[in-house]
């Protein structure tokens, strides 16, 4: 069994993972930002991605890093700059200078298309540093990621329960469940395959399209969507009228709308982790339902 020190582990991604760390056996060391309740087979460790000495007390015996914690909104790009730049570049010192040599990087899709949106510039950039360490690194690019747990596509959910799916002009996107998707972060931290830089995704070849996907929500809460897809200066001016009203804590922002109305967010299936590391186990409309189920047991649908 391994020790695994992790960061974002109080987020979606990084709580879900934990729980199969901690299941698998596996010795869990996490950063936090707030104090968290003693649980067997985790260590917390009090501090954020600028705190050096944090980092390094993280990292110290670790067998393996596994980096989530990022910026996925931010009010400006020195935000998404600070968050995933300079946040990775600390993680990188502190895993080398405690004598780690594997680290997982979780990246995004959108790190393919640095020129569309600030998030997926600062992305790239901070896989670049990863890929320039001489750490024995893996880097995991997901698509959109679901899951029990997940608060960021719970507004499509309560649309969708109304019978309403709101789209982005077209394109089509890949998915993951949040399972799946720590299941293959584990795989790359106990295993092998480091070096090397993967798309992961359900396996359905393709993807999905927008449309599909919504009404795949609308199976899940019991209800059959009318879709309605929105032209993009609608959706910028929705960004605005956000911005305005919730100001830095918008959900819809200029940024994610370039990256909303971009036509292709499907995985290249040669990039797939090989089979014999790792393959998704969870079927999109079961992990929906699933979703759904979750919301429904919180109050939140």
Known sequence: MATLAITGGTGFVGSRLIALATAAGHQVRALTRREQAARAHIDWIAGDLGNLAALAQLCEGADAVIHVAGVVNAPDRAGF????????RNMLAATEGAGVQRFVHVSSLAAREPGMSDYGWSKAEAEQLAADSLLDTAIVRPPAIYGPGDMEMLELFKLARKGIALLPPGGRLSVIEVGDLGRLL????????????????????????????????????????????????????????????????????????????????????????????????????????????????????
């Open 81 to 88: 700059a600070e968050g995933n730049i300079e946040g990775t």
């Open 186 to 301: 584990l795989a790359l931290a106990t295993g092998g395959n480091g070096g090397r830089s993967y798309d992961c995704d359900d396996g359905r070849e393709n993807g999905w399209s927008h449309k599909e996907f919504a009404q795949a929500i609308g199976t899940a809460t019991g209800k059959r969507v009318a879709a309605l897809a929105l032209p993009r200066p609608l959706m910028m001016a929705g960004a605005h009228l956000d911005r305005l009203v919730r100001g830095p804590g918008a959900k819809l922002t200029p940024d994610r709308v370039a990256y909303f109305c971009h036509e292709d967010w499907v995985i290249d299936p040669a990039r797939r982790p090989p089979a014999d590391l790792w393959a998704p186990t969870v079927e999109t409309q079961a992990g929906l339902a699933a979703t759904a189920a979750w919301y429904r047991e919180q109050g939140l649908l």
